[in-house]
């Protein structure tokens, strides 16, 4: 890929930013700034997701013939790095970056029709049900059971720690339909509808005091078979692929803009010395770190982006990009704390939601630092732990 920008990726660029001014609303804006986590609270990604789909820009990394926009590498790096530039909300990518490349590769024609058309335009909004109690890093030994009954499945179980369940009116999750040979032999991929009858959704608080994430019980419920990806006992297989999408990244543009905005508070706070801090040669060193390997994790991701444009699946670098980029992430939060000092440690819930009017001390990005680092502490273990990420890097890249 050629990092220079022709002249027509430039006028490109000029495109999407005089989109991005006009459809973005200072309400949106302000949720993109304010978000505490990857995540996007559903009142206002779900708007921007529309807004999005009526242009067609929604979902740059699909073919074409399901929705996609043709754009090339370059332009849907661009409008991406625009996107976090212009302060737009993030998107839920349960469904557009997880279960929507899973539905094309292994679903049946009239899933596809189905879900596709109403993944892109957020009509249905998805849950990921893979995590149970005791069945995270060693997922194959998940336990929910999927007994068949006729034309349906009866499930009966626990998920756990089930992102934005309580907002979800779909879930794709793994079920155990046998018992009999490898535990990942007997696992079978579903799409359900979390309005069934049976289905209970209890919120987990996080340290930063929100509710992102879930546990979810079933208890005798009915899913029809027409909801199986795959066959029966061929969902490790699925269940695989997605998690390649799930680990394959888009964060390096977030991470330049936060990295830019360390820089700009390091100009701005003073240093235990009395100097600006950013004429702390610590201070200095760790930004300039920071900076050599978000470059670095820059081009692993262009790497990603090229696999899947050319419809393959990223591979192990989805592993290394998501090692890396949890791990850069979670060294920028730290930095900003440490950049912060005091102001940091001002944790005002109802000041940071966007529209409130609460009064807050320090600059804006303060209301929401530390509950970013809190976070992201979990960056690093969902999508498949890093430890794990190393493990499958250790066989399948360097053969140990
Ligand atoms: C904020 C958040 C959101 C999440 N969202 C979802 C979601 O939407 N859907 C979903 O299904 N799941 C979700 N998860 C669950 C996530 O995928 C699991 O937490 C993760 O896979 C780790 O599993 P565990 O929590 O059971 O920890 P464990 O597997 O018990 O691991 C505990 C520790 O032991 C280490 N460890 C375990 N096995 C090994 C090994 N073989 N080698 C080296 N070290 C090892 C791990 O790295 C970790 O540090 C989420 C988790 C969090 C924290």
Request: proline share 5%; charged share 20%; net charge negative.
């Amino acid at each position: 890929m050629d990092l220079d920008l022709t002249a027509e990726d430039l006028a490109f660029r000029d495109e999407v930013r005089a989109f991005l001014d006009a459809a973005l609303t200072p309400e949106l804006r302000e949720a993109g700034r304010r978000m505490t986590s990857v995540f996007c609270d559903k009142k206002y990604s779900l708007p921007w997701q529309r807004i999005l789909h009526a242009k067609g820009w929604v979902a740059p990394s699909w073919p074409r013939e399901y929705g996609g926009t043709g754009w090339n590498e370059t332009q849907r790096a661009i409008f991406s790095a625009e996107c976090v530039r212009a302060g737009a909300p993030g998107l839920a990518p349960m469904g557009l970056r997880m279960v929507g490349p899973v539905i094309m590769r292994y679903g049946t024609p009239e899933q596809k029709a189905h879900y596709l058309p109403r993944i892109l335009s957020g009509e249905d909004y998805w849950c990921q049900g893979y995590s149970e109690p005791g069945s995270g890093s060693d997922l194959a030994s998940l336990q929910l059971r999927a007994t068949s009954d006729g034309d349906h499945y009866v499930l009966n179980g626990s998920k756990i720690w089930t992102t934005h369940a309580h907002w979800a009116n779909r879930m794709f999750c793994l079920v155990r339909t046998s018992t009999e040979g490898k535990p990942q032999a007997g696992i079978t991929f579903l799409l359900l509808d979390m309005g069934t009858p049976g289905i209970k959704v209890d919120p987990i608080i996080t340290l930063a005091g929100e509710h992102e994430v879930n546990q979810v019980f079933f208890d005798n419920v009915r899913v029809p078979v027409s909801g199986r990806v795959g066959e029966e006992n061929a969902g490790w297989t699925v269940a695989k692929y997605l998690l390649e999408f799930e680990r394959g990244g888009g964060s390096a543009a977030g991470m330049k803009v936060a990295l830019e905005r360390l820089r700009n508070l390091a100009r701005q706070e003073t240093s235990d010395q009395g100097g600006p801090l950013i004429e702390d040669p610590a201070f200095r060193a760790k930004l300039a770190g920071a900076g050599v390997a978000l470059d670095a994790i820059e081009m692993t991701e262009h790497r990603v982006l090229a696999a899947l444009a050319s419809g393959n699946a990223p591979g192990p670098a989805s592993s290394m990009l998501k090692t890396q980029g949890t791990e850069l992430m979670q060294r920028l939060d730290e930095i900003a704390l440490e950049g912060l000092a005091h102001y940091g440690a001002v944790q005002q819930i109802e000041a940071r939601a966007p529209g409130s009017n609460q009064p807050f001390i320090g600059p804006e990005h303060g209301l929401t630092t530390t509950a970013r680092y809190l976070n992201d502490r979990a960056a690093s273990i969902y999508g498949g732990s890093n430890e794990i990420q190393r493990d499958i890097m250790a066989r399948l890249v360097l053969g140990l």
